[in-house]
């Protein structure tokens, strides 16, 4: 993903926002977008409760003139999105006013009732609800840009809809394996790799000499895993030939390898 040329984009596109409120909405869209297209429901839920409370606040600043501090809380969004609605109209959009609090609402109770961000939820996020929070952020942004670039509403989806932020995958899963696709690295970092990619799960070390086509399995688990054992990267259960990734080793991936 360049995230600069995104960036350089939507700033223009939403030119007319006050700065402090189009950064963070960019951000936090673009955070959305991401982890929607690498799958990470929780993450994308998140970011998409934060992308509603900065759109909220921009919102409440253009209808009536202030809006929460963003080092405050937000007591209750559906009651600020139905002051909003409940406002006397005035010289902004009837869309502001009333249709994007709706479409904050629904996006808000998406991020709050499916399981996202929180331990206990009824139904465990997953693809179709995600989707359906990114493309309604889509919309959104799309009313957005609408309003303050004064285009219409099907060019700015054009525009939003060129916005590609799918980065290309470093893990190739086929047929029941796996494969490393970032060309460059050490046995022991495909093998850190690997483990990242199913993390909290016990991979065999058989499956893994396989993944990375490593020539000798008895040399593979003398030279690789048990020095990756040693340092902690990984925990070997010898019963079981199976490892884990330990917390160390999820950390070096994600600064050394991500």
């Not at 360049?2 to 909405?25: G, P, V």
Request: hydrophobic content about 40%; proline content about 2%.
């Amino acid at each position: 993903m360049n995230t600069q040329k995104h960036d350089a984009f939507l700033n223009s596109a939403l030119i007319n926002i006050q700065k402090k409120f189009r950064d963070k909405i960019i951000k936090t869209y673009l955070e959305l977008k991401r982890n929607f297209a690498e799958a990470r429901h929780d993450t994308a839920g998140l970011a998409a409760g934060k992308f509603c409370e900065t759109v909220l606040r921009h919102i409440q600043n253009t209808v009536v003139g202030t809006h929460i501090p963003f080092n405050n809380n937000i007591g209750n969004f559906a009651d600020e999105c139905r002051k909003l609605i409940s406002s006397p109209a005035g010289t902004t959009t009837e869309s502001e006013r009333v249709i994007l609090p709706r479409a904050l609402v629904f996006l808000y109770t998406m991020r709050n009732k499916r399981g996202i961000g929180h331990i206990g939820g009824d139904v465990d996020a997953n693809e179709i609800d995600t989707a359906v929070m990114a493309r309604t952020a889509d919309w959104i942004l799309c009313e957005l840009i609408r309003i303050h670039h004064g285009m219409p509403l099907e060019e700015a989806q054009d525009l939003v809809d060129t916005i590609s932020v799918r980065q290309l995958p470093i893990i190739w899963e086929l047929a029941g394996k796996k494969r490393v696709l970032k060309k460059g690295l050490s046995a022991s970092d495909q093998v850190l790799l690997l483990l990242y990619s199913t993390k909290d799960t016990a991979v065999l070390v058989e499956d893994l000499c396989d993944w990375i086509e490593y020539s000798n399995i008895s040399i593979f688990k003398n030279k690789i895993i048990k020095t990756l054992h040693r340092s902690r990267m990984l925990e070997h259960d010898r019963e079981t030939e199976t490892v884990l990734l330990s917390p160390n080793g999820a950390e070096y991936v994600e600064i050394n390898i991500l």
